[in-house]
Nanobody, 120 residues
Framework: QVRLVESGGGLVQAGGSLRLSCAAS????????MGWYRQAPGKQRELVAT???????VYSDSVKGRFTISRDNAKNTVYLQMTDLTPEDTSVYFC??????????????WGQGTQVTVSS
């Protein structure tokens, strides 16, 4: 089982910045994709950004140009640098990871979520 632990959420004013971090841990695993999703009250969970180990990156249109995803593959950690935040970015942000290999079983893991609140 791969455990994901997020940190870095909080309260920020509109126009401000926050950086989220998520570290993966477990016995033996191979990660392919790490990323972030978010879920606001009453809404479905939505993709924010993902990045594969090979470096392929996907961003939702709503965060392009404002958010940057990065990874430290050696530390099994993913970061989300969020800038120019708006109240519409207020959500619980969930870390995501999937992976597996020819000899290790596939997995999908989620973090417990970290609250990001942007005040106007």
């Amino acid at each position: 089982q791969v455990r994901l632990v997020e940190s870095g959420g909080g309260l920020v004013q509109a126009g401000g910045s926050l950086r989220l971090s998520c570290a993966a841990s477990g016995k033996i695993f191979v990660i392919n994709t790490m990323g972030w999703y978010r879920q606001a009250p009453g809404k479905q969970r939505e993709l924010v950004a993902t990045k594969t180990t090979a470096g392929n990156t996907v961003y939702s249109d709503s965060v392009k140009g404002r958010f940057t995803i990065s990874r430290d593959n050696a530390k099994n950690t993913v970061y989300l640098q969020m800038t120019d935040l708006t109240p519409e970015d207020t959500s619980v942000y969930f870390c995501y990871a999937d992976g597996g290999s020819e000899i290790l079983p596939p997995f999908v893991s989620w973090g417990q979520g970290t609250q990001v609140t942007v005040s106007s």
